[in-house]
């Protein structure tokens, strides 16, 4: 299974959204080399697979994390 985690202006992108791909397997989750970057979150929302849904930020989420595409 895998996930995007949609971040606002983190610490190696300053000023910029960033869209990363995460892969969960047998309850370990691990970060992929696949990244989007964009100026807007509009612009990023244009990449997400539509067969995924947006969900809301956890409250004990990192800052920068906005929201997620399941």
């Not at 892969?23 to 970057?37: C, E, F, H, L, N």
């Amino acid at each position: 299974m895998y996930l995007f985690c949609v971040y606002s202006n983190p610490d190696d992108y300053l000023n910029k959204y960033v869209v990363r791909m995460w892969t969960i397997d047998s309850g370990r989750t691990q970060a992929t080399q696949m990244v989007y970057i964009g100026d807007t979150l509009q612009e990023l929302r244009r990449h997400k697979p539509s067969s995924m849904s947006i969900r809301v930020r956890l409250p004990n989420d990192d800052r920068t994390i906005i929201e997620y595409w399941v």
